[in-house]
């Protein structure tokens, strides 16, 4: 009977590679598709979502109003309000709801909508432009295609704020009437006409105001003037003065000694020119010098150090409690903001407060239209807060009392207080300071390693030498010799030049330069000796700027200070210390020292809407129509057959 053998580790080894070869042939045969189109597809899907909420909820109503504002709405408040439910992201994770918004602002002649949405795989923004179909009653689109009757429109406006003119708009209604030509046929005839529309150019500002974006700042100043303190010193002088003279000193001249001073210098010659004999030589060469390491690795050995603490104080400081012995109330009129409206009666003013007209103008209902429907005149006013403020003045008083342990310091408080460190490179035990320190050694390899502390190496230095292309060892290692021609001189003569055109230079016949008064030559071989004349005085006795005599000063002269008060003899002057009292003055922080006294600047701003200018754009308007003439419309000479 044949007895069934179990499966051995090589036969699961084998199978187990062939499953993973067979796993691998399935990833080459059939690759993982390619997700990234889908998952930008649910991002684009969402981001969609978001902006066809938004169009739907911004109705003309709910639009900002005026050029530049803009209104925000988060993910979150479009979730909360049950705008929309929450997004997902191709990982099935809801998106951001507060980094996910929907802005929309009104620009001159549209509205811009920017919808960014930020998820886990993907995050990015899209901006699109709406126009007067996107945002206009149903009258303004009936307007704007022109279909039934006909409008001729002047409108003209000023660009200052305070007198800002609008003609009323002028309607002149043309009924549509059919012409015929022999009862048979209906034309249509071209009218051209020029169209100008006011169009915003700038922002201007009032006199005195710096135009800043659409924002007008002025800034005002008041300037504080405090006595300054005054601080006195004395100062300590001295006062100095010529002495008196008792009785003159006088002068006693001799004739000087006369002496020598020997020196040398090269004397001069005359030379001979030889040609410079050609010969064989062998000269030293300098052998090449090549290094290298014998690297062992060092010998660590560990060391731990203990110390003491560091014990200091240091203080901790904070700003002193300031009052002052008076104040100063001021109650002034303070712009808050502005109002439009169309309602032409709203000033007022009450004890507090005042709503205040500043100017009106008139524009068209849709604003974004090319045509006009209707004007409607708008009224801007300034509303106003009774503000009262009041300034502290005189001298601050400086207090800690509301700060316990601290004491004053000037303007601020200090309290003491004890520290304890470790000193540098040591580390805090709890109990004590440790340092531990690893120290490498290469003595174990004899003194000729030395350690290499940037990777803790031990290096031995082994130097070889080796000699130059055309030359030869020697038995110096370091000295190399190479055999060459040379150009050589006696030794009695000096080489000049070198190669083939070199010459020997013999010099012979010296001779020294001719005596002076002052001064003798004498032969010396190649060099001369010099003997210079030189003048000299006995002890206590000057030499005279000619060299011609001696003189010394008698030190007989006397001087007194008699005669001036307080004063004490020094020498040849009277000299007395003079104090005097010095006064300086100094300001508190903040101001700065004009004099005796002491000046601040205070300074507020006032920011105001910029008003908006405007220029006048003209275009050609055409038009068909069966009417031969148009009020307003010239005829272009063109017509056109419609039945």
């Known amino acids: 009977m044949e007895e069934r053998r179990g499966l051995t580790i090589k036969d699961l080894l084998i199978r187990l590679i062939l499953i993973i070869i067979f796993i691998f042939l399935l990833i080459w045969l059939f690759p993982m598709p390619d997700l990234k189109p889908l998952n930008n597809q649910i991002f684009a899907d969402n981001i969609n979502r978001m902006k066809d909420v938004a169009k739907s909820y911004y109705t003309t109503e709910r639009l900002p109003q005026n050029i530049g504002d803009s209104k925000r709405m988060t993910l979150k408040e479009m979730i909360d309000n049950h705008l929309i439910l929450p997004l997902m992201d191709s990982k099935g994770k809801t998106c951001n709801v507060n980094d996910s918004y929907v802005e929309i602002t009104k620009m001159e002649n549209e509205y811009v909508i920017k919808v960014n949405l930020s998820c886990t795989d993907q995050k990015d923004y899209i901006i699109e432009h709406f126009g007067c179909y996107d945002i206009c009653s149903d009258t303004c689109k009936a307007l704007e295609s022109g279909t039934t009757t006909l409008y001729e429109t002047s409108r003209k ?48 500002c009032p006199t005195g105001y710096a135009l800043v974006g659409d924002s007008c700042m002025k800034y005002s100043s008041e300037t504080e003037i405090v006595p300054a303190t005054e601080n006195k010193s004395i100062v300590s002088g001295v006062d100095t003065l010529p002495a008196k003279v008792v009785s003159a000193s006088t002068t006693e001249k ?94 007022f003013e009450s004890a507090t407060e005042k709503l205040e007209y500043k100017y009106s103008w008139q524009d068209l209902e849709c604003a974004n239209c090319n045509k006009s429907v209707a004007m409607i005149t708008y009224y801007v006013y300034w509303r106003y807060k009774l503000v009262t403020t009041s300034e502290p003045t005189g001298k601050p008083i400086y207090s800690c009392a509301r700060f316990n342990g601290y004491t004053l310091d000037g303007t601020k408080c200090k309290k003491k207080r004890t520290e304890k460190s470790c000193p540098d490179d040591y580390t805090d035990t709890g109990s004590g300071c440790k340092k531990t320190e690893t120290v490498y050694s290469c003595s174990k390899y004899g003194s000729d390693y030395k350690l290499d502390k940037t990777n803790n190496v031990c290096k031995k230095t082994v130097t070889t030498y080796g000699c130059p292309k055309g030359t030869t060892k020697t038995s110096n290692p370091k000295v190399c010799h190479e055999t060459v021609e040379d150009y050589i001189c006696p030794s009695n003569m000096e080489k000049q030049g070198s190669g083939s055109s070199a010459t020997c230079l013999l010099k012979h016949d010296y001779y020294c330069p001719a005596n002076t008064n002052t001064k003798t030559y004498t032969l010396n071989g190649s060099m001369c000796t ?86 006048t754009y003209c275009s050609q308007e055409y038009i068909w129509s069966t009417s031969t003439s148009l009020d307003g419309w010239s005829y272009t000479g063109n017509k056109r057959q419609i039945n």
């Open 530 to 615: 010099v003997k210079t004349k030189v003048a000299t005085c006995e002890p206590g006795y000057t030499l005279s700027d000619d060299k011609k005599y001696c003189f010394k000063n008698d030190s007989s002269t006397v001087y007194s200070c008699e005669g001036y008060d307080g004063y004490t003899l020094e020498g040849d002057k009277c000299t007395k210390v003079i104090n005097t009292e010095k006064i300086t003055y100094s300001c508190d922080k903040g101001y700065t020292l004009d004099g005796t006294n002491c000046v601040r600047t205070i300074t507020e701003s006032d920011t105001i809407k910029a008003e908006k200018l405007y220029k």
């Open 157 to 204: 406006s000023t660009t200052k704020r305070t007198n800002r003119k609008t003609t009323t708009t002028t309607k002149k209604i043309v009924d549509n009437w059919t012409s015929t030509e022999n009862n048979t046929k209906l034309y249509e005839y071209q009218f051209v006409r020029n169209v100008c529309n006011d169009v915003f150019d700038s922002y201007t």
């Open 254 to 347: 001799v004739d000087p000694t006369i002496g020598y001073e020997t020196s040398t210098v090269s004397a001069g010659y005359k030379a001979s020119v030889y040609t410079a004999t050609k010969k064989t030589v062998t000269r030293d060469v300098t052998a090449d010098e090549y290094t290298s390491y014998d690297v062992k690795g060092a010998v660590a050995t560990t060391t731990t150090t203990k110390a003491s603490y560091n014990v200091y104080n240091v203080y901790d400081t904070i700003d002193a409690d300031v009052t002052y012995p008076d104040s100063i109330q001021k109650t002034q009129w303070v712009y808050v903001s502005t109002k439009t409206s169309t309602d032409p009666g709203l000033a």
